[in-house]
């Protein structure tokens, strides 16, 4: 598989972040950009998709649970809120409960 170059795959990275756009319209153009940024490059989503595994740091694991907030409960949404306010890397009590929560999402 030919791998995109960085500028693509960061492209790439910023028009699938549009697809949580409240807009319609962003969200449909979004989707149509990356599609056609895709066959540019003569690729499937599968190829992307299924290149490597990828390691999810402990930020995108944060906005993840972040975003299913409304699924949480008390507890679990101040430990998120703490979380995100935190300056240094967090502890591994910090990031087992985070792991904790990520993998129990919806």
């Given at each position: ?10 492209r ?6 549009m697809l ?7 969200r449909?153009?979004?989707g149509l950009?990356?599609h056609?940024?895709?066959?540019r490059?003569?690729l499937?989503w ?8 990828v390691?999810?740091?402990w ?6 649970c972040?975003a ?7 507890a ?17 009590k ?10 129990n999402?919806p």
């Open positions: 598989m030919d791998r995109l170059a960085p500028d693509a795959l960061d790439l990275i910023k028009l699938l972040g949580g756009s409240a807009h319609d319209g962003e449909a153009a979004a950009k990356a056609e940024l895709m066959r490059h003569g499937q599968s190829d992307i998709l299924l290149a490597a595994p390691k999810i740091g930020r995108e694991k944060l906005r993840a972040e299913h907030a409304h699924c949480l409960n008390h679990e949404r101040a430990f998120l809120r703490g979380l995100a306010e935190w300056q240094g890397t967090p502890t591994e910090q990031l087992a409960w985070l792991n904790r929560i990520f993998e999402l």
